[in-house]
């Protein structure tokens, strides 16, 4: 076992012990198919919970997308985005001839599955913005790849925009049906669709 391989099972531990990581497979069996995993986005740890709530058989290839001025911001937060979760860096701030979705096609392209939070940034406010196109553009390109709506309760109280430290609170992830671009569907509606089999994933009164 690698260092990368053993310092991910202690993470995986670690988030389960704090949040219980439960996943709950509503609509979809945890099945080794390439997917992508689109979740609302309220905290840095959001994907790191996908992460621990996957089968240990399906974390090997599944690859968090995450900010490269962040996640790179220092040599920790660099080798452990590198090494254990496999992470897709994207430029938050790009030149305009920069194509942000080539990191993503990449990854696809060589059959990984990744988890992306459409809003493209956090909200606060309980409920996920409305979703920018790349996720559209993704299923357009790559049809064959299940998209699967995902909802992250809690852990926006586990570590709050601005805090550092965790705070034990019980987390769920629970996925959803599978879904695709509709023939003949617009990319207005599409996301639209996209964003409430999201929400419809909430617990109920959460």
Not at 18 to 25: C, F, N, P, V
Not at 60 to 88: C, G, M
Not at 102 to 116: F, H, K, N, T, Y
Not at 125 to 153: C, D, N, R
Request: aromatic content about 8%; some cysteine.
């Amino acid at each position: 076992m690698t260092r990368a391989e053993l310092a991910g099972k202690v993470l995986a531990f670690v988030a389960r012990l704090i949040t219980g990581a439960q996943g709950h497979w509503r609509g979809c069996p945890p099945e080794a198919l390439q997917r992508i995993y689109f979740a609302n986005h309220q905290s840095h740890l959001d994907w790191v919970l996908i992460w621990a709530a996957l089968p240990s058989e399906l974390r090997t290839t599944t690859r968090p997308i995450a900010a490269k001025d962040y996640w790179t911001s220092s040599p920790l937060k660099h080798w452990i985005t590198r090494e254990i979760f496999r992470a897709v860096y994207v430029n938050r701030q790009r030149t305009d001839d920069e194509d942000p979705l080539a990191p993503l096609a990449l990854a696809l392209e060589g059959g990984d599955s990744l988890v992306i939070f459409p809003e493209g940034t956090r909200s606060s406010k309980g409920e996920p913005m409305a979703f920018k196109s790349g996720i559209y553009h993704l299923a357009k390109q790559f049809p064959q790849v299940q998209l699967i709506p995902t909802w992250i309760s809690n852990v926006q109280r586990v570590m709050p925009k601005g805090e550092v430290v965790p705070v034990p609170i019980l987390c769920t992830v629970t996925f959803g049906a599978p879904m695709q671009v509709l023939p003949d569907e617009d990319k207005t509606n599409f996301l639209t669709r996209a964003r409430d089999a999201v929400m419809a994933l909430r617990p109920v009164g959460g």
